[in-house]
């Protein structure tokens, strides 16, 4: 099982950024793939962004490119998600998802194995 924990968001106004961090206590992430995933009320749990074990290859919803930027912090153990220019349409619950097998990544829901409980990401107009 493995835990991941989620930081970083809170209350931006329109134009703002914010840094999400994606961690797992006491341990590295490098060995797994990991997707960014947000959810608003009453709508379908969609990808952002991802980025893959191998290269460390990213990917990106049309919606955030040029936008948000997915690293990871070697110094820190974790996996970021930068967002700018946050808009109100990026409001959501931001979650990080582990996948042990890939190559790559991909941005659609199943094949990941491991949530985090997510971080509130709320942008004012």
């Known amino acids: 099982q493995l835990q991941l924990v989620e930081s970083g968001g809170g209350l931006v106004q329109s134009g703002g950024s914010l840094r999400l961090s994606c961690a797992t206590p006491?341990?590295?992430?490098?060995?797994?793939?990991i997707g960014w995933f947000r959810q608003a009320p009453g709508k379908k749990r969609e990808g952002v962004a991802c980025i893959s074990s191998s290269d460390n290859s990213t990917w990106y919803d049309d919606s955030v490119k040029g936008r948000f930027t997915v690293g990871r912090d070697n110094a820190k153990n974790v996996v970021y998600l930068q967002m700018n220019n946050l808009k109100p349409e990026d409001e959501g619950l931001y979650y990080c998802?582990?996948?042990?097998?890939?190559?790559?990544?991909?941005?659609?829901?199943?094949?990941?194995?491991?949530w985090g409980q997510g971080t509130q990401v709320t942008v004012a107009s």
């Open positions: 006491g341990g590295t992430l490098n060995d797994y793939a």
């Open positions: 998802a582990s996948e042990a097998l890939f190559t790559g990544c991909v941005l659609y829901v199943s094949p990941y194995d491991y």
